[in-house]
């Protein structure tokens, strides 16, 4: 069974410091992946896809992910971290058999001053 | 993108109570799906909104508790029905397909549910 793995319930970084956020997954197809953020009180937003093509994708507000076949993952990076990053972050697959994700229990992004 | 509407944005509501949940998109999807968050968890989808046909329901969730309608592309209701203090969570719906990127999820700003 297709499944997605985020280490790390919370992960603590500082102002400025670089943001690493990791996903791998499992999926007997060639999977859509997908980076999503929620904000406090929000719903979900769109940062990031793979879906085919160059596997280093760029996404909003200066993220950016790494599509590795051979590692099955699909870690969220940016470079240097924004207090306004502080949120819930969710990876997600899509097996490519129908339009449903399969999604990562989350890691909630803690910024330091 | 998309835009998607929910209402109402919050409630609380009564044990033994029913609350309808709308999702409104501004443009014609392929699919809608809903989606309960408990405070803390990830995301557990409830159920496929299809458009003229009884919704498909994901394991552990049925119609009597959560009807489902979808009257046409741009469109759906959920309804949790019959509500305990369990129910309480984020309700959320989302739309895929259409004019939107393919397997993009979109989702509305989701309905905070108490029940007391």
């Known amino acids: 069974a297709q499944s997605v793995t985020q280490l790390g319930s919370h992960v603590s970084v500082s102002e400025g410091a670089l943001v690493l956020l990791r996903c791998n997954y499992s999926?007997?197809?060639?999977?859509?992946l997908f980076w999503y953020v929620q904000y406090p009180n929000q719903g979900l937003q769109l940062l990031l896809k793979?879906?085919?093509?160059a596997t280093l994708v760029k996404g909003i507000n200066g993220f950016e992910a790494e599509f590795k076949k051979s590692e099955t993952s699909f870690h969220l990076t940016k470079p240097s971290a924004h207090m306004s990053d502080a949120a819930e972050y969710f990876c997600?697959?899509?097996?490519?058999?129908?339009?449903?994700?399969?999604w990562g229990a989350g890691t909630k992004l803690i910024i330091k001053p | 993108s998309a835009v998607i509407s929910q209402k109402p944005s919050r409630d609380i509501c009564q044990r033994g109570t029913s609350l309808t949940i709308q999702c409104q998109v501004d443009?014609?999807?392929?699919?809608m799906f809903w989606y309960r968050q408990q405070p803390g968890q990830s995301l557990t989808l409830i159920a496929t909104?299809?458009?003229?046909?009884?919704?498909?329901?994901e394991s552990g969730f049925v119609i009597d508790k959560f009807p489902i309608s979808r009257p046409n592309l741009t469109f759906s209701t959920l309804t949790v029905s019959n509500m305990s203090p369990e129910d309480s969570s984020i309700y959320l719906c989302?739309?895929?397909?259409?004019?939107?990127?393919?397997?993009?999820?979109?989702f509305g700003p989701g309905t905070r549910l108490t029940v007391t």
């Open positions: 989302s739309v895929v397909g259409g004019n939107l990127g393919p397997r993009e999820q979109y």
């Open positions: 443009s014609q999807v392929t699919m």
């Open positions: 909104a299809n458009q003229g046909s009884e919704a498909t329901y």
């Open positions: 999926s007997s197809v060639p999977p859509y």
């Open positions: 793979y879906t085919t093509g």
């Open positions: 997600a697959v899509s097996p490519g058999s129908n339009y449903q994700l399969i």
